[in-house]
C-alpha cells in the first residue's frame, strides 16, 4: 500500500483549518497556546487555574482559565478533535459572536452546578472533614464546554446519534449516555465536570437565562462598529442570525439619503423587491440593463473575461 504524500497532507490539513469558523478556531488555538506554555514556562498554571469549588475568591476567573488547560497532550487532543467536530456545527447556528459569549457564560453556568453538586456530595458522602471530598478536586479540560456543545446541537438537531458506530440511540438521552461511557473508559475524567456541562446547556436551552444571551440588537452593533466589521470581513466569521445580516439603505421619495424609519430590511438580491442580481448570475444582458437603470448603483457594467463552460 502506498504511503501518503506528505505534501498533500499538508495542504489538505490547511485548507481543513481554513475552512473552521473563527470563534472555532480563536478557542482551539487558545488551547494550543496555553499548553505549550504549560509544558515550556507555566507549569504551575494548573494548579493556580483549575477549578475547584472550594477556591475562595478565585472562582471568580477559575470556571474561564480551567477550561483552556489541559492535563497532557493527549487530553489536549481528545477534546480538540471534539472541539472541531462540534465548534463548526455550534456556531454556524449561533454566529461567532454568540459562540464566543457561550465560551464564557456556558462554564460559569457549570461552576454553579459544579459546586452545589460537590458540596451536597460532601455533605452526603465525605464523612472526615480530613478526607478529599468532591468540593477539593480540581477539574481542568475543554470537554464541561463540549458536552454542554453536544446537548446544545442534540436539541438543534434532534435525530437519533450513532454512538461509535455500533448502535443508534434517541437524541434525548444521547449526551447523558456519554457521561457514562466517557466515564467508564477514562476514571480519571471530571464526571461533575462533564455533568455540570449538560446542566449549563439544559438552562440555557430552558429559556431562564435568555436576558444573560447576546441580543440581536448588541450583535449587529458590535458587527457594525469598526473593530467588528475588521472581524465580519473575514471570511471564517459567521454574522448574528436573525435581523443583523447586511441592510441595504433605504432611499426616500426625493432619492437622496437614508429613510426616517432606518435601514430597510435585507432582501436576497433577485427576489421581488429586492436588488437586481449581478449580471455573471442572472445571465448577462437582463441584469447588467436594469443596473444601468437604477439609480442606486450608477455605473455600467463591463465583462471581465469571457465565459466559459466547465
Known sequence: MPLPNISDLSTQTRS??????LATRLIAGTCI??????????SSWVEAGCFRPNAGLSLIYRPITSEFLHSNLFHLLLNLIALLLLGPRIEKAYGTLQTIQLTFLLPSIAAIAHSLIAVVADFLFTKNKTDE???TQ?????????????????????????????????????P????????????????????????AASVLLSGYIDRLRLSATLASRIE??????????QRSFVPHPGPTLPSYEAVGANGGGADAAGPAPWTMPGAPGGPPLPSY????????????????????????APSSST
Open 281 to 304: 448570475l442572472s445571465g448577462g444582458g437582463e441584469g447588467t440593463q436594469q443596473g444601468k437603470q437604477d439609480s442606486k448603483f450608477p455605473g455600467e457594467g463591463r465583462t471581465l
Open 224 to 233: 457594525n462598529s469598526r473593530p467588528g466589521q475588521y472581524l465580519a470581513h
Open 133 to 135: 471530598g468532591w468540593t
Open 176 to 199: 447523558w449516555v456519554l457521561l457514562i461511557i466517557t466515564q467508564l473508559i477514562l476514571p480519571n475524567a471530571s464526571f461533575l465536570g462533564h455533568l455540570s456541562g449538560i446542566i
Open 16 to 21: 481543513h483549518i481554513s475552512s473552521l469558523p
Open 33 to 42: 497556546i496555553v499548553e505549550i506554555l504549560r509544558l515550556t514556562v507555566a
Open 138 to 174: 480540581c477539574s481542568i479540560g475543554l470537554s464541561g464546554l463540549l458536552f454542554a456543545f453536544i446537548t446544545i446541537d442534540v436539541s438543534e438537531r434532534p435525530s437519533p446519534r450513532s454512538l461509535f458506530g455500533f448502535l443508534t440511540i434517541p437524541s434525548t438521552i444521547y
